[in-house]
C-alpha cells in the first residue's frame, strides 16, 4: 500500500484530484484552441446536421494529423487500423489436429499508439529544456528590482501566458540627458503575440532601446530611430509593438512620455484627479517615416501613474467576461495607502480571483509609480 501511495505521489507529484482535474481542462482547452484554429464550423444552408457534424469532425482529424510529420502520421494511422482489426481463423496441423490462430489489433494498436506517443513525449521534453533556456535568457533581460530613482517608489511584475513572453518592462539611468544630469527611462512593450515568437522580438526591443537611449535626444528621436529598426524586422507590420516610454527627471519632477499605440497609463493625482497619459503616435513597426509626439506631465507628492498591457484588463473569466480598466481602477483607489509593492500584491491577487480557473490567453504586466 505504501508503495501504491508512493507511485500515486510521483506520478501526479502531489497534486490533488481537483487541481489535476484544473489542469486536464486547461490542457484540454488549449488543444482545442490549437486544433480548431483549422477548422471551419460554419454550417451551410442546405446541409443536414448529420453531415455538417462528420463535415467538423473531418477537418479536426486532419487538423490533428496534419500537427504530425509524414512517419507518424502512417504510425497513427496503422494503429487506428489496428485497433479496429481482430482477424482469427482456425485448420489443421500436419498431425491433423485443430489449430486456431488469432490476430490481435488491439494489441499491436495499443503498442503502435505507445510508440507514437513515447515520441512525442520525446520532442516535448527538448522543447521544454530549450524553452526553460528560452526563459532563463529573458529573466536575464528584465530587472529583478527596481533601482532606486530619487522622487518615486517602483514596483513592477510579469506574468507570460506561456514559458516565455512578449511582454517587456525596465527602469534605468540615461546619464547626461536632463538639464540636472541623470535622467530615468521608464518602458512597458507588448510586442504582437506570444511565445517564442514574441520573446525573439521582444529581446531585439531591449537591445534597440539599450543601444539607441545612449545617444543624448529627446524621446520623439528615439521613438523615431526605434521605429526604424523594428519595421526592418516587422514582417511587413505583422510584427508589430506597442509601448509607453517615459523619460523622469528627478530635478525637475517632469515625466515626458510617448505612447506608441500602448493601453493609456492611468495618473491618479494627489487630489483624486484622473489622467491618462495618450499622447504619442502609432505602434513600432507599422509605418517606418511615423511622426511621434510627446507629452509631459510634473508629479506631485502622492500621485499614482499605473502602467499596464492589455493583459492585465483584457483577462476573462470563465464566463468570458474581462477583467476591465474600472476593475483596476477600483483595487488602486482602495489601495491608496499601500506601498508600491504592497499594492502590486494586491491587484495581481484580484486579478487571480477574478480569473480563477479560467486559461490566460495573453501575457500580463504590470508597473506601478508612486511620487515621494
Keep these: 500500500m505504501a508503495g501504491?501511495?508512493?507511485f500515486w505521489q510521483r506520478v501526479t507529484d502531489g497534486m490533488k484530484l481537483n487541481e489535476l482535474w484544473n489542469q486536464f481542462q486547461a490542457d484540454a482547452r488549449s488543444s482545442y484552441r490549437l486544433y480548431s484554429q483549422d477548422v471551419d464550423s460554419t454550417r451551410t444552408a442546405g446541409v443536414s446536421k448529420r453531415k455538417h457534424f462528420f463535415n467538423v469532425a473531418r477537418q479536426f482529424f486532419w487538423a490533428m494529423l496534419e500537427k504530425l510529420t509524414?512517419?507518424?502520421?502512417?504510425?497513427?494511422?496503422?494503429?487506428?487500423v489496428f485497433l479496429f482489426t481482430n482477424i482469427g481463423g482456425s485448420g489443421q496441423d500436419n498431425t491433423g489436429g485443430a489449430r486456431v490462430f488469432w490476430f490481435s489489433g488491439s494489441f499491436w494498436g495499443g503498442l503502435l499508439l505507445l510508440v507514437l506517443v513515447i515520441l512525442e513525449v520525446a520532442d516535448r521534453v527538448v522543447m521544454k529544456r530549450d524553452l526553460q533556456i528560452a526563459k532563463e535568457i529573458q529573466a536575464w533581460l528584465l530587472p529583478a528590482n527596481p533601482p532606486a530613482v530619487p522622487g518615486l517608489e517602483i514596483a513592477f511584475a510579469t506574468r507570460p501566458a506561456n514559458t516565455v513572453a512578449g511582454d517587456y518592462y525596465d527602469v534605468f539611468a540615461r546619464p547626461g540627458s536632463g538639464p540636472a544630469g541623470e535622467t530615468f527611462l521608464i518602458a512597458v512593450a507588448d510586442v504582437a503575440g506570444k511565445s517564442i515568437p514574441a520573446a525573439m522580438l521582444m529581446a531585439t526591443f531591449q537591445?534597440?532601446?539599450?543601444?539607441?537611449?545612449?545617444?543624448p535626444g529627446p524621446l520623439v528621436e528615439l521613438?523615431?530611430?526605434?521605429?526604424?529598426?523594428?519595421?526592418?524586422?516587422?514582417?511587413?507590420?505583422?510584427?508589430?509593438?506597442?509601448t509607453f516610454i517615459a523619460e523622469y527627471d528627478p530635478g525637475l519632477r517632469t515625466l515626458s512620455y510617448v505612447n506608441a499605440g500602448h493601453n493609456n497609463p492611468i495618473l491618479r493625482r494627489q487630489t483624486g484627479s484622473i489622467e491618462r497619459l495618450q499622447i504619442g503616435g502609432v505602434p513600432l513597426g507599422?509605418?517606418?517615416?511615423?511622426?511621434?509626439?510627446s507629452g509631459s506631465v510634473t508629479l506631485q507628492t502622492g500621485d499614482w501613474l499605473v502602467i499596464f498591457t492589455d493583459g492585465v484588463v483584457e483577462a476573462e473569466n470563465q464566463r468570458q467576461e474581462e477583467y476591465g480598466e474600472a476593475r483596476l481602477f477600483g483595487v488602486l483607489q482602495?489601495?491608496?495607502?499601500?506601498?508600491?509593492?504592497?499594492?502590486?500584491?494586491?491587484?495581481?491577487?484580484?486579478?487571480?480571483r477574478f480569473v480563477a480557473n479560467a486559461p490566460?490567453?495573453?501575457d500580463v504586466t504590470l508597473m506601478l509609480l508612486r511620487a515621494g
Excluded at 509524414?70 to 487506428?80: E, I, M, T
Design 4 to 6: 501504491l501511495k508512493k
Design 334 to 352: 482602495a489601495g491608496l495607502n499601500y506601498a508600491p509593492a504592497a499594492l502590486l500584491n494586491s491587484i495581481m491577487g484580484d486579478l487571480d
Design 70 to 80: 509524414p512517419a507518424r502520421r502512417v504510425l497513427l494511422l496503422l494503429a487506428l
Design 223 to 242: 521613438l523615431g530611430r526605434m521605429n526604424a529598426y523594428a519595421c526592418s524586422n516587422s514582417q511587413n507590420g505583422r510584427r508589430f509593438t506597442t
Design 207 to 215: 537591445a534597440s532601446l539599450k543601444t539607441l537611449s545612449t545617444t
Design 286 to 293: 507599422i509605418l517606418e517615416d511615423a511622426p511621434y509626439e
Design 360 to 362: 490566460q490567453h495573453d
